[in-house]
């Protein structure tokens, strides 16, 4: 009880004051605290790396012993992460050799498999925004028609192509595409994100101090 | 007419897709668009910022984004070093996001060989380091202690482009590129230049104007037609502005889409 | 011509320099010096102040700065009333490198200012100064004593809502989750719960944890399938206790499994394509998608979405509103992610909490209408000057 209680919240509770008023302190002392504490935050990462990596591996391993159907994804998992540790390590973690103009190993497997694949999930994006905007923006109501209305404008406006058409369409009207655009953008749009930003800090400012209060000590998990 | 609406709505979402992807592939067939982009005012803020410096000054560019980012920042990045050594700018590169050195190292080195820039005279990158806040902190401190060596591992101090470089406070401006955190954010929080503005995707271009109407950052670049309006003020076609057609035909497509099931939507439910 | 009319007495008659003091710049990490001299009447934009620095008092003195002397007056300095006074009686200039070397802290340096008429400048006399860290810096004052006043409204609200009930809106959001887990029971398919994309640091995955718990609990409770992918190790580690103590609290210990949570990667969208996958194959019947996202939200949401799931989302990450918004069912937005420890458990002291942020949006809000006023008031009435010691209250010095 007294390990998995109090000694947490006594850790929450100095450290969480400590940085608190840190913020207030110009002297190198601080600023050499702030820099060994956050390398302690890698150093904890690192180590924490293990415990994912073996979660990942135990599950993956799990699926294969049992031959459970898809095990064969489960086997191309290790393979990726075995095959590019060993062109990671033989490479030395460089991508490029010599004067930057050769690629290594690692370097094929960055450019020709990391960078397409990611490409191509990002592109999906685009893909399934459609899709989302056909499906949701109907004007149901007044609220559903505002954000169908501001959505249209911005994207006429953010284009080449949707300033043509409007001013093609709309060109009597005094203000360009990009103008509207931009007056949504940087007028009610910015609006609401502050308003929802002082929101959200007050929200961080209140949720530490009771973390650090030890109120809320729901992430401790165990020993409610 | 109200079937036809029910059919449209009821669409399978492989039809967008397919529609999307004909979009997409369209300018390919078509050739350019040839549709000027407007130059925003936040755009040309940087590039003025940069035309202000003078010959020699020490400019720092961090390339913070992953390949998934590269179609909107890798032009971006692009064109900044490209203008930087035309105005013969010392430029130090460096990323916190280590799935990008690749890419920033390519852009550098791709850039400096069209304008015949040497090594460690008139360009260096530092690569990546752990521990985003730290490295930044780091930087506002001492550039050598964070950086003792670059990324090809030669010795940083002596270098001369880095010659009166200690600290961020010597580097009289610097650009962030940034797809997520760390990023801009990050830079405006714990760093300390002189002046600085930042490069990142659309989707979070709208949360950084508070920074550029607060002064934090001198001007923004957002997203692939920021990118496209800057390759615009150099007076240059790049890769943003060739996607930036893709970008048009994509979005009128969505735009055609919106209205089209809205159209629907309300011949349904007259009906009702 | 113009300056040898306006400088002749000065050139008959000889220059007087100004007098400068050198003092070690309050309220930093001691490398920098504070320069301050009286202003002259013979400044004009064609006359230069030349600042010097040294390391030893005879030399070699290095140039730091040349500006025109009408500028780098005590009211161009950003800092607060309480700590700097403001005017256009005197020069300011902060040394922080002399010849490119930063100053360090408890030497002594020696700098001499001089004035360029055009002919080369004059020097007066050397001065020193030792620059020395500080304790604290008194232009985060405001800031300090703000957040003391915050902590004392949040312990003090919580010390009421023990006494006396508060009234809570209702949270759409959270009030679905009940019926997201009940129609994941009845249906036999999983839920699936995500706690996004930053580590503990984050408050929104603290946050996200802490729905979890809850979520965790009644899943045990419905003997429901709980699904936890992670994209941290140190969020895997803490989710497996939250949701063990939770299982632990529903009576349910042998229900528990540690595959509950699982790690993925931490690649963005090497997890998303995960996840998406596992969703479009288990059909999960409730998706929740709670804590900080990046551009991966909207391909997380529209296939949850396409595996027809009750989707319920909460982020403060703003920028990715929008696509929950339009592809989940019900989003929490910005702080009602925070507040939902206080509303699914209804403890007194966790509502209290959020009184007291009702507390403190009432009072910047209240002090974003007196600002705006005051600087309106200040630039028609041309006293922005005057109105600067209210708004400097207000500001942020950091």
């Known amino acids: 009880m007294f390990l998995r209680q109090y000694v947490p919240m006594a850790i929450a509770f100095v450290m969480g004051v400590v940085f608190a008023v840190q913020y207030y302190v110009p002297h190198p002392a601080s600023e050499e605290l702030l820099t060994t504490v956050n390398d302690w935050l890698i150093v904890v990462s690192g180590f924490s790396m293990v415990l994912g990596l073996a979660s990942l591996m135990g599950s993956h391993w799990a699926k294969v012993r049992r031959g459970v159907p898809g095990w064969g994804y489960s086997l191309v998992v290790f393979l990726g992460i075995l095959g590019t540790l060993a062109v990671g390590i033989a490479s030395k973690g460089k991508m490029f050799a010599g004067e930057g103009l050769t690629l290594t190993a690692l370097g094929w497997v960055y450019d020709n498999m990391l960078v397409p694949l990611q490409g191509t999930v990002f592109s999906l994006l685009a893909f399934f925004m459609a899709s989302a905007t056909f499906r949701t923006f109907r004007a149901r109501n007044l609220e559903a028609g505002l954000l169908l209305t501001a959505a249209f404008l911005v994207m006429l406006g953010h284009v080449p192509l949707g300033e043509y058409i409007w001013d093609k369409v709309l060109g009597f009207l005094p203000p360009k595409a990009d103008q509207v655009m931009g007056w949504i953008m940087n007028v009610p749009n910015m609006a609401a994100k502050r308003g929802i930003l002082l929101g959200v800090g007050l929200g961080m400012i209140a949720t530490s101090l009771k973390i650090i209060f030890g109120i809320e000590r729901a992430y401790m998990g165990e020993g409610e | ?272 | 011509m113009t300056i040898f009319l306006l400088m002749w007495p000065l050139l008959a008659f000889g220059l007087e320099l100004p007098l400068l003091s050198a003092s070690d710049l309050p309220g930093d990490d001691g490398k920098a010096v504070l320069l301050l001299w009286p202003r002259m009447p013979y400044e004009a934009s064609e006359v230069f102040y030349v600042v010097q620095g040294a390391e030893g008092p005879e030399g070699p003195f290095e140039e730091i700065a040349r500006f025109p002397s009408n500028s780098h007056y005590r009211t161009e300095r950003r800092a607060p009333f309480w700590t700097w006074r403001k005017g256009k009686d005197e020069h300011f200039f902060v040394v922080r490198t002399i010849g490119g070397r930063p100053l360090e802290s408890g030497r002594e340096y020696y700098f001499r200012l001089g004035v360029d008429l055009g002919e080369g400048p004059s020097f007066g006399p050397a001065v020193s100064a030792i620059p020395k860290p500080n304790w604290f810096d008194f232009k985060k004052l405001n800031n300090l004593i703000f957040m003391v006043l915050l902590a004392g409204v949040v312990l003090w609200f919580i010390g009421r809502a023990r006494k006396k009930e508060l009234f809570l809106r209702r949270i759409p959001g959270l009030d679905a989750i009940e019926e997201a887990i009940g129609r994941a029971t009845e249906m036999g398919r999983p839920i699936y719960y995500l706690t996004g994309r930053l580590g503990m640091s984050s408050v929104s995955t603290i946050a996200a944890t802490i729905i979890l718990r809850d979520i965790a609990k009644r899943t045990a409770g419905y003997d429901a399938q709980l699904k936890v992918p992670h994209t941290d190790p140190v969020v895997m580690a803490v989710c497996r206790e939250v949701v063990k103590g939770a299982y632990l609290e529903a009576g349910r210990p042998d229900a528990y499994n540690e595959e509950i949570n699982f790690y993925v990667t931490d690649d963005q969208f090497s997890y998303t394509m995960a996840v998406d996958g596992m969703m479009v194959r288990e059909r999960p019947a409730a998706v929740f998608l709670m804590g900080y996202y990046y551009a991966e939200s909207l391909l997380l949401a529209e296939v949850g979405a396409s595996v027809g799931a009750i989707q319920i989302a909460g982020t403060d990450a703003e920028h990715q509103l929008p696509f929950f918004v339009t592809a989940c069912d019900y989003t929490l937005i910005g702080e009602e992610l925070y507040a939902a420890s206080a509303y699914l458990s209804k403890e007194p002291a966790l509502i209290g909490t959020l009184r007291a942020q009702d507390v403190g949006k009432a009072f910047l809000t209240a002090f974003l209408v007196l600002g705006a006023i005051a600087s309106t008031i200040g630039v028609w009435a041309g006293i922005e000057h005057k109105i600067d010691y209210f708004l400097d209250i207000l500001r942020d010095f950091s």
């Open chain 2, 1 to 272: 007419m109200r079937k036809l609406a029910e059919k449209i709505l009821s669409m399978d979402r492989r039809a967008i897709y397919l529609l999307m992807a004909s979009a997409a592939l369209l300018p390919f067939l078509t050739g350019p668009l040839g549709l000027p982009s407007r130059v925003s005012p936040e755009v040309k803020a940087v590039y003025d910022r940069i035309e202000s410096l003078p010959e020699g000054s020490p400019f720092l560019i961090s390339m913070d984004f992953d390949p998934a980012s590269k179609p909107e920042l890798y032009p971006m990045a692009e064109a900044l070093v490209r203008h930087a050594f035309r105005k013969n700018l010392r430029v130090i590169g460096m990323n916190l996001w280590v799935t990008g050195s690749g890419m920033a190292e390519k852009i550098l080195s791709d850039v400096a060989e069209e304008y015949g820039k040497k090594y460690g005279r008139d360009y260096v990158y530092l690569g990546w380091a752990p521990g985003a806040t730290n490295v930044i902190l780091g930087l506002g401190q001492d550039i050598y202690k964070t950086y003792p060596r670059d990324y090809y591992g030669n010795e940083t101090s002596g270098m001369p482009v880095l010659e009166g470089v200690r600290t961020l406070k010597d580097i009289p401006f610097m650009v962030d590129l940034a797809a997520g955190d760390p990023g801009i954010e990050t830079w405006v929080v714990y760093g300390k230049a002189k002046s600085m503005a930042g490069g990142c995707t659309a989707v979070i271009a709208p949360g950084m104007y508070a920074f550029l109407n607060s002064g934090q950052l001198v001007g923004l670049i957002g997203g692939m037609r920021g990118a496209a309006e800057y390759e615009a003020l150099l007076k240059e076609m790049g890769k943003a502005t060739v996607g930036m057609d893709i970008q048009s035909t994509t979005h009128v497509l969505i735009l055609g889409l919106i209205l089209l099931s809205n159209f629907a939507f309300f011949a349904t439910r007259r009906r009702r």
